[in-house]
């Protein structure tokens, strides 16, 4: 079984100060880690993904995320928000269903809120 | 590249009539996935197939919802009848292989139901 916990459903930052949105997940595999963002009216994108190959990922818009299997976290970051930041953000956790095949899971998601 | 389509974009029906929602996804994804996403929530999957097998539709409530994904390529989801709850946006995605653990998601623009 798998599951992700996102620890705030709102995040409110002023434009140019640091990012934290926060993910916890369970797995009984060594799971793969997504973070997905939804803009207002558009579709999910990927932001980063968790490969095993380092722990750090840098991903798109200045994002990063690092895993921590101690903690059993991939926390999203950013150094500085920008107003076109705002929007929804999901971390997802993938792990093995069986069969070679990977079931993805989605946490309920942090809205992030961008004061000028 | 073209990307994941579905329609209709939007559909409102009364409560036990039927609809169903269709989806291509990228060409040569053998990987395509359906979520049901609750306003506020995070997207929930429904149903994963690979190639035209089912690899897992665990959420998915069979008394009332089935799907079907024809030569492995086009996927379409039933709903019958349907309840208030259902309200939600059906999201569809695909990945290329759906075997490798980082596999990225690429999602459509969802379509919008309206149980009244």
């Known amino acids: 079984a798998q599951s992700v916990t996102q620890l705030d459903s709102h995040v409110s930052v002023s434009e140019g100060t640091p990012v934290l949105l926060r993910c916890n997940y369970s797995?009984?595999?060594?799971?793969?880690l997504f973070w997905y963002v939804q803009h207002p009216n558009k579709g999910l994108q990927l932001l980063l993904k968790y490969t095993s190959a380092a722990t750090l990922v840098k991903g798109i818009n200045g994002f990063e995320a690092e895993f921590k299997k101690s903690e059993t976290s991939f926390h999203l970051t950013k150094p500085s928000a920008h107003m076109s930041d705002a929007a929804e953000y999901f971390c997802?956790?993938?792990?093995?269903?069986?069969?070679?095949?990977?079931?993805?899971?989605f946490g309920r998601g942090t809205s992030l809120i961008v004061h000028p | 590249e073209a990307g994941v389509a579905q329609s209709p974009r939007y559909k409102i029906i009364e409560k036990r009539q039927s609809v169903a929602f269709w989806c291509n996804p990228i060409s040569g994804h053998a990987t395509l996935y359906w979520y049901q996403q609750i306003l506020g929530q995070g997207p929930k999957l429904l149903i994963q197939f690979q190639n035209n097998g089912v690899v897992d539709d665990s959420q998915l409530p069979k008394d009332r919802f089935s799907a079907e994904r024809l030569k492995g390529v086009d996927s379409t989801l039933k709903i019958q009848p349907a309840k208030l709850e259902d309200s939600a946006v059906y999201l569809c995605a695909s990945s290329f292989s759906g075997t490798g653990g980082a596999e990225t998601q690429y999602f459509g623009p969802g379509t919008r139901l309206l149980v009244l």
């Open positions: 997802v956790v993938s792990g093995s269903g069986g069969g070679g095949s990977y079931i993805p899971t």
């Open positions: 797995s009984s595999y060594s799971p793969s």
